[in-house]
């Protein structure tokens, strides 16, 4: 696992597979919630070791959002016209 933290050991982001630019290698013990409960500065690497920011507060004014863009919706409709395009090739084959 690799972290990436700012200059006051707040992490910032963090992937398991593969590399994070400036990221640095963590190999130590992981909170059972970091990964459910991540935030960029809820979490810090103090003494090598991943603790909860004490100090974090969320930010408000950051976009949660759990509204579909019209982009995702787009590629919803097209994914969902394909796979029946799909069904109905693969019912007309097996009645041949």
Same mark, same amino acid.
């Given at each position: 696992?690799?972290?990436?933290?700012?200059?006051?050991?707040?992490?910032?982001?963090?992937?398991?597979?593969?590399?994070?630019?400036?990221?640095?290698?963590?190999?130590? %013990?992981?909170?059972?919630?970091?990964? +459910?409960?991540?935030?960029?500065?809820?979490?810090? #690497?103090? /003494?090598?070791?991943?603790?909860?920011?004490?100090?974090? +507060?969320?930010?408000?004014?950051?976009?949660?959002?759990?509204?579909?863009? %019209?982009?995702? +919706?787009? /590629? $919803?409709?097209? #994914? #969902?016209?394909? $796979?029946? #395009?799909?069904?109905?090739?693969?019912?007309?084959?097996?009645?041949?």
């Amino acid at each position: 696992m690799q972290v990436k933290t700012d200059g006051e050991g707040l992490i910032t982001g963090y992937v398991t597979i593969g590399g994070i630019e400036n990221g640095i290698d963590y190999s130590g %013990s992981i909170p059972d919630e970091f990964s +459910t409960d991540f935030m960029p500065g809820k979490w810090r #690497l103090d /003494n090598g070791n991943i603790v909860k920011n004490a100090s974090y +507060t969320p930010d408000l004014d950051a976009d949660t959002s759990t509204e579909a863009t %019209s982009q995702q +919706t787009f /590629n $919803a409709n097209i #994914l #969902l016209q394909l $796979a029946e #395009l799909k069904a109905a090739n693969s019912s007309k084959s097996e009645a041949s």
